[in-house]
């Protein structure tokens, strides 16, 4: 079965970086990938997307310029590099895959696989 399992959460000042990872097992064809985060009292918002052969991305505003989604399919490996961080970018991230085209990428039911989340904190 599929499994999805993110790390490189942590606690940072406002203008720092993290690099957060998804690792994935239990497939054979590479799925579409999604980044989510979720703040407190906050619907789950989608910020980057990746196709599954990594040839092209998608970024909500909030964050274009300032995160990079990229994948190492060899190592079934999805990350999320974020740079200048801002308070409100303080959120559960979670990475999300399918299989089928996700018609709307930042809706969290078009996605049937969910890692357990990182927690991204920063602090102003």
């Known amino acids: 079965q599929v499994q999805l399992v993110e790390s490189g959460g942590g606690s940072v000042q406002a203008g720092g970086s993290l690099r957060l990872s998804c690792a994935a097992s239990?497939?054979?064809?590479?799925?579409?990938v999604s980044w989510f985060r979720q703040g407190p009292g906050k619907e789950r918002e989608g910020v980057a997307f990746?196709?599954?052969?990594?040839?092209?991305?998608y970024y909500a505003e909030s964050v274009k310029g300032r995160f990079t989604i990229s994948r190492d399919n060899a190592e079934k490996t999805v990350y999320l590099q974020m740079i200048s961080l801002k308070p409100e970018d303080s959120a559960m991230y979670y990475c999300a895959a399918a299989f089928n085209w996700p018609n709307r990428w930042r809706d969290p039911q078009s996605y049937d696989y969910w890692g357990q989340g990182t927690q991204v904190t920063v602090s102003s």
């Open positions: 239990g497939y054979t064809y590479n799925p579409y």
């Open positions: 990746i196709f599954a052969s990594g040839d092209n991305t």
